[in-house]
Protein backbone atom coordinates (compact mmCIF):
# COMPACT_ATOMS: atom_id res chain seq x y z
CA UNK A 1 0.00 0.00 0.00
CA UNK A 2 1.02 3.67 -1.03
CA UNK A 3 0.91 6.53 1.09
CA UNK A 4 0.76 10.31 -0.24
CA UNK A 5 1.69 13.57 1.77
CA UNK A 6 1.80 16.60 -0.02
CA UNK A 7 3.66 19.63 1.56
CA UNK A 8 4.38 23.36 0.09
CA UNK A 9 1.56 24.97 0.15
CA UNK A 10 1.88 28.67 1.34
CA UNK A 11 -0.32 31.94 0.82
CA UNK A 12 1.71 34.23 -1.68
CA UNK A 13 0.97 37.40 -3.79
CA UNK A 14 0.42 37.67 -7.52
CA UNK A 15 3.56 36.99 -9.86
CA UNK A 16 5.24 34.53 -7.17
CA UNK A 17 6.06 31.15 -7.68
CA UNK A 18 5.91 27.90 -5.06
CA UNK A 19 6.94 24.57 -5.21
CA UNK A 20 4.70 21.29 -4.07
CA UNK A 21 5.95 18.59 -2.49
CA UNK A 22 4.20 14.66 -2.86
CA UNK A 23 6.21 12.35 -1.19
CA UNK A 24 5.39 8.43 -1.37
CA UNK A 25 6.17 6.22 1.40
CA UNK A 26 5.11 2.52 1.40
CA UNK A 27 5.12 -0.01 -1.35
CA UNK A 28 6.40 2.39 -3.58
CA UNK A 29 8.51 -0.65 -6.01
CA UNK A 30 5.83 0.04 -8.85
CA UNK A 31 5.79 2.49 -11.49
CA UNK A 32 3.49 5.14 -10.84
CA UNK A 33 1.57 7.57 -12.82
CA UNK A 34 1.10 10.80 -10.95
CA UNK A 35 -0.63 13.71 -11.26
CA UNK A 36 -1.45 17.31 -9.50
CA UNK A 37 -5.06 18.13 -9.22
CA UNK A 38 -6.61 21.06 -7.35
CA UNK A 39 -10.09 21.94 -5.74
CA UNK A 40 -11.69 25.52 -5.15
CA UNK A 41 -14.57 25.80 -2.86
CA UNK A 42 -17.53 24.71 -4.82
CA UNK A 43 -15.45 24.26 -7.91
CA UNK A 44 -14.79 20.59 -9.45
CA UNK A 45 -11.47 18.68 -9.25
CA UNK A 46 -9.52 20.03 -12.07
CA UNK A 47 -5.88 17.78 -12.88
CA UNK A 48 -3.44 20.34 -13.84
CA UNK A 49 -0.27 18.33 -14.49
CA UNK A 50 0.20 14.38 -14.77
CA UNK A 51 3.66 12.59 -15.47
CA UNK A 52 3.81 8.67 -16.77
CA UNK A 53 6.08 6.26 -16.04
CA UNK A 54 8.77 7.11 -18.18
CA UNK A 55 7.93 11.00 -17.73
CA UNK A 56 6.41 12.41 -20.43
CA UNK A 57 3.98 15.33 -18.86
CA UNK A 58 0.69 16.43 -19.67
CA UNK A 59 -0.95 19.86 -18.39
CA UNK A 60 -3.94 21.80 -18.43
CA UNK A 61 -4.31 25.18 -20.63
CA UNK A 62 -4.89 26.94 -17.72
CA UNK A 63 -1.09 25.77 -16.56
CA UNK A 64 0.93 25.08 -19.72
CA UNK A 65 3.70 27.18 -19.31
CA UNK A 66 3.71 28.38 -15.99
CA UNK A 67 3.80 25.17 -13.78
CA UNK A 68 6.66 22.04 -14.26
CA UNK A 69 5.56 18.81 -13.04
CA UNK A 70 8.63 16.52 -12.35
CA UNK A 71 9.18 13.50 -10.18
CA UNK A 72 12.45 11.59 -8.46
CA UNK A 73 12.17 8.53 -8.40
CA UNK A 74 15.18 7.77 -6.06
CA UNK A 75 13.22 9.55 -3.58
CA UNK A 76 10.03 8.55 -4.49
CA UNK A 77 8.80 12.27 -4.77
CA UNK A 78 6.40 14.35 -6.86
CA UNK A 79 7.04 17.64 -7.50
CA UNK A 80 5.12 20.86 -8.98
CA UNK A 81 7.14 23.91 -10.13
CA UNK A 82 4.50 26.64 -9.82
CA UNK A 83 5.66 30.22 -11.61
CA UNK A 84 3.56 33.62 -12.62
CA UNK A 85 0.91 32.54 -9.50
CA UNK A 86 -2.60 34.54 -9.71
CA UNK A 87 -5.55 34.42 -7.99
CA UNK A 88 -7.01 31.61 -10.00
CA UNK A 89 -4.66 29.24 -8.84
CA UNK A 90 -6.31 29.60 -5.26
CA UNK A 91 -7.35 25.94 -4.24
CA UNK A 92 -6.67 22.49 -2.54
CA UNK A 93 -3.54 20.56 -4.31
CA UNK A 94 -3.70 17.30 -4.38
CA UNK A 95 -1.15 14.64 -4.95
CA UNK A 96 -2.65 11.33 -6.85
CA UNK A 97 -0.95 8.09 -8.14
CA UNK A 98 -1.91 4.94 -9.98
CA UNK A 99 0.06 1.89 -10.59
CA UNK A 100 -2.11 0.87 -13.95
CA UNK A 101 -1.40 2.42 -16.93
CA UNK A 102 -3.96 5.51 -17.59
CA UNK A 103 -4.82 6.30 -21.30
CA UNK A 104 -3.69 9.59 -22.39
CA UNK A 105 -7.68 11.07 -22.24
CA UNK A 106 -7.72 10.35 -18.47
CA UNK A 107 -3.92 11.68 -16.95
CA UNK A 108 -5.83 14.83 -16.15
CA UNK A 109 -9.03 13.34 -15.04
CA UNK A 110 -10.00 11.89 -11.46
CA UNK A 111 -11.15 8.45 -12.46
CA UNK A 112 -7.74 7.65 -13.93
CA UNK A 113 -6.28 7.56 -10.26
CA UNK A 114 -6.84 5.78 -7.14
CA UNK A 115 -4.56 6.86 -4.77
CA UNK A 116 -4.58 10.56 -3.21
CA UNK A 117 -3.15 12.39 -0.75
CA UNK A 118 -4.78 14.86 2.08
CA UNK A 119 -3.99 17.88 -0.14
CA UNK A 120 -1.99 21.19 0.60
CA UNK A 121 -3.32 24.53 0.41
CA UNK A 122 -2.37 27.19 -1.46
CA UNK A 123 -3.48 30.76 -1.77
CA UNK A 124 -3.01 33.70 -4.26
CA UNK A 125 -3.70 37.17 -3.38
CA UNK A 126 -3.78 40.13 -6.14
Known amino acids: QVQLVESGGASVQAGQSLRLSCAAS????????MAWFRQAPGKDREGVAAIDDIGLTTYSDSVQGRFTISKDNAKSTLYLQMNSLNPEDTAMYLC????????????????????WGQGTQVTVSS
Open 96 to 115: AATTSPVWAGLRLHHLGYNI
Open 26 to 33: GDTRSNFF
